[in-house]
């Protein structure tokens, strides 16, 4: 069974930072990228991130380019998302998904496994 299980969320003051992990099991790791999406409330889902494990090339939306980080450590099938100089825009639930092979439809949230979210919530 694919399971992703996302968590390290909580609350956090602005400027502040939190280092997200996403366990994956019950698929190879090595054949899949990892990617980060969050939904605020009352909007749309928007990926934020993404890392192909074979390679390690890595994706970012504008909106958190230079503030977060995403890394991988393939011998613990885990994903990380530093998240550093957070704002109360990136209050959020944050999910990982997995998408076979290389990050490419990542950006458009096409992604083959989804996880349970984790709230991230920045306060001003």
């Known amino acids: 069974e694919v399971q992703l299980q996302a968590s390290g969320g909580g609350l956090v003051q602005a400027g502040g930072s939190l280092k997200l992990s996403c366990a994956a099991s019950?698929?190879?790791?090595?054949?899949?990228?990892i990617g980060w999406f969050r939904q605020a409330p009352g909007k749309g889902r928007e990926g934020v991130s993404c890392i192909s494990s074979n390679d390690g090339s890595t994706y970012y939306a504008d909106s958190v380019k230079g503030r977060f980080t995403i890394s991988s450590d393939n011998a613990k099938n885990t994903v990380y998302l530093q998240m550093n100089s957070l704002e109360p825009e990136d209050t959020a639930v944050y999910y990982c998904?997995?998408?076979?092979?290389?990050?490419?439809?990542?950006?458009?949230?096409?992604?083959?496994?989804w996880g349970k979210g984790t709230l991230v919530t920045v306060s001003s």
């Open positions: 998904a997995a998408e076979f092979f290389v990050c490419s439809r990542w950006f458009r949230g096409e992604m083959d496994h």
């Open positions: 019950g698929f190879r790791f090595d054949d899949y990228a």
